[in-house]
């Protein structure tokens, strides 16, 4: 309280300064912020993605030929024997689903003919509906039936189904027809649209894969376009399961290796290897790489802030000086110090988040979704106001406290009290 | 009460040596009031900081009731002072942010059991005479209410010793007379022992005893 009191006195003494801390301190905090959400909900459980915990995924494949000229190495996504022989038998999974991770240009048509839709294509199975938990705002999910007789039925996204019909109700879209990429499909259902970042489960539209012509048709055995993503509750023996199954394979055939890395992988790993090969991912790197990346991202900010604080130091010596005579010693001082900059870090970085809160709003997250960008991009408020991220801001601040205020103050103290109280 | 031994303060940079002080040599008594006199820079201001341990002497002791505090750690100092001296400086010293009575109550909010602080600051406000003026600022005062809430704040904690520097040398001789009877009448009715660095000869006189200061050594006139 008396610290509270002691810092609204010194805002209304020095309010230039209390100007400058706030607004540069919350310029950094935004920045952290949009990073942190970006960041977080690669890996966190968010619509509708609420089972990454349990989910694993298993995206690519890497083929050793041994032939006369050496060894011959390729690496892709799955062909669909591959799955239905590597992956679907695997034990340790109630759910699995075989997806493509279609990172084209696909445009829709719309109706009254407008201008074309360009939009983002998820062609699926079936089981995508169990694993990912999309909320239906109206009809329901393409089924069995309609995945092997290869109907040309789609789910869209609200968002989406907004582009191609107009402001009309979803129930009423149930039913109606569209053309995506000049070929004609109905509408089966409208979900609540995820967000760009969620790269397995995003998409406009969801169609079933085998309305596809040549969905089966993989120039190579072993290879095509497919993922698959499997709830499990033993992340660890589907991996043994799976590692079994390659040497099998490998000791009964000569001229080919195959691996699959370590995969299946969870979403932590899914999430942060990004664009990189899950292969030789380390978690431990990315970690020291990313506090490495904040510390390098907050010092500038620190050092300036540093500066001002430095400044306002060389200002309240003799203050510090008097406190110092009258019984305060140097530690009980510095964590007042301390104490009345982290609110006003911590102001700052309320604006900050604030600020953050609206960047992501109005679709600064184009910046970090790579590949098509067809979408509007939109986060959800779960994504930003989640208590984990909350928590990292405050922590950030803290260390941003630390970094700014740490050194002047200290530097300040150590001032014989006489010096200091000379200096009034 | 307070005895100073063989102390001496040196002031080094890297090509000047200035001695401060030249093996002083001071026993205050208990109640005492005691006035320290000398030109400007003989030391006067150098011994009382020692006195109050603001400041290390370069060698000697400062004992204080029998206890050589000379060796003390920053906490350890810091208590101590706290316990035992009030400080008055010449241009008051008070933090222009805080409230009178904020400023009053400094020196308990650094006591582990302090009672309750508002009531002994405005205890000590009343004592001056400024119970009036407590909501007000530093700012809003003159000079000589500014160094009445200085004393104030300097006798809130109860200490033994009150060290006062150059108390009057910022008023009109009328503020000046009005503090000085403050301060007797802390010395006579509460005890109080009392040490003041002055200039001012008729003030001096007033007091139990008076030093001579000159060029760093106490002198005998």
């Known amino acids: 309280m008396r610290t509270l009191k002691n810092l609204w006195h010194q805002i209304c003494r020095d309010k230039l300064f209390t100007a400058i801390y706030i607004f540069g301190t919350a310029l950094t905090l935004a920045t952290v912020t949009v990073i942190a959400v970006m960041m977080w909900n690669k890996v966190a459980p968010v619509y509708p993605e609420y089972q990454r915990d349990n989910t694993v995924y298993v995206n690519s494949l890497k083929t050793i030929e041994k032939t006369d000229n050496g060894n011959m190495t390729r690496q892709g996504n799955l062909g669909l024997s591959t799955i239905k022989d590597f992956i679907f038998t695997l034990p340790h999974h109630d759910i699995a689903t075989a997806y493509i991770d279609d990172w084209d240009n696909h445009y829709a048509q719309r109706p009254d003919g407008g201008r074309d839709i360009e939009l983002r294509r998820k062609p699926a199975d079936p089981a995508f509906f169990q694993l990912f938990n999309f909320k239906f705002l109206a009809g329901k999910p393409w089924g069995q039936a309609e995945f092997d007789s290869g109907l040309r039925v789609a789910v869209l996204g609200d968002r989406t189904a907004r582009k191609i019909f107009g402001a009309t109700e979803p129930e009423q879209l149930t039913g109606r027809r569209f053309t995506l990429d000049f070929v004609e499909y109905t509408v089966c259902g409208i979900v609540k649209e995820g967000t760009p970042t969620e790269t397995v489960s995003y998409a406009g539209v969801i169609i079933p894969y085998t309305s596809l012509s040549g969905f089966n048709n993989e120039t190579l055995e072993l290879w095509g376009s497919y993922c698959v993503a499997l709830r499990t509750d033993d992340k660890d023996g589907i991996r043994r399961a799976l590692k079994e199954k390659q040497e099998r394979y490998n000791s009964s055939h000569d001229d080919i290796e195959i691996s699959f890395f370590d995969q299946p992988v969870d979403s932590v790993v899914l999430g942060l290897s990004g664009n990189t090969s899950i292969e030789g991912f380390n978690l431990t790197d990315i970690l020291l790489a990313g506090t490495a990346s904040l510390l390098v991202l907050l010092l500038v900010p620190a050092l300036n802030l540093s500066g001002i604080i430095w400044g306002r130091m060389e200002g309240r010596l003799p203050e510090m000086g008097v406190r110092k005579a009258f019984g305060a010693n140097r530690s009980t001082l510095l964590s007042m110090v301390l104490w009345e900059n982290l609110c006003l870090t911590i102001a700052g970085g309320i604006i900050g988040f604030a600020a953050a809160f609206l960047m992501l709003k109005f679709g600064i997250t184009d910046l970090f979704v790579t590949g098509n960008r067809a979408d509007e991009s939109i986060v959800t408020n779960e994504m930003v106001l989640s208590g984990q991220i909350i928590i990292f801001i405050f922590l950030v601040c803290c260390l941003l406290n630390i970094m700014s205020a740490l050194v002047p103050a200290w530097r300040s103290l150590r001032k014989p009290i006489v010096e200091s109280l000379k200096e009034n | ?221």
Do not use: W
């Not at chain 2, 900081?49 to 002791?61: E, F, K, Q, V, W």
């Not at chain 2, 001789?173 to 660095?197: A, F």
């Open chain 2, 1 to 221: 009460m307070l005895t100073l031994n063989d102390i001496n303060k040196i002031y080094r940079t890297k090509t000047i040596e200035t001695c401060a002080l030249n093996n002083v040599n001071l026993h205050v008594e208990k109640g005492e009031f005691l006035s320290i006199m000398g030109p400007s820079g003989c030391g006067k201001s150098t011994l009382l900081n020692i006195m109050g341990l603001l400041d290390r002497p370069t060698s000697g002791t400062v004992t204080v009731n029998g206890e050589d505090v000379t060796g003390l750690g920053d906490r350890e100092l810091a208590r101590f002072r706290n316990r035992t001296f009030g400080f008055v400086f010449q241009s008051f010293q008070l933090i222009n942010t805080l409230s009178v009575l904020d400023n009053v109550t400094l020196p308990l909010l650094y006591r582990s059991n302090p009672g309750n602080i508002e009531q002994l600051a405005r205890e000590a406000l009343e004592k001056v005479g400024l119970s009036h003026r407590m909501t007000h600022k530093p700012t809003q005062l003159s000079g000589g209410q500014a160094q009445r809430v200085a004393i104030a704040r300097a006798i809130v904690g109860n200490p033994a010793i009150i060290l006062a520097d150059e108390p009057c040398g910022n008023l009109d001789s009328r503020m000046g007379s009005e503090i000085m009877e403050l301060l007797h009448e802390l010395n006579t009715s509460d005890g109080r022992t009392i040490v003041m660095v002055t200039h001012n000869e008729s003030q001096a006189k007033e007091t139990d005893r008076i030093v001579h200061f000159f060029d760093g050594q106490q002198v005998t006139l």
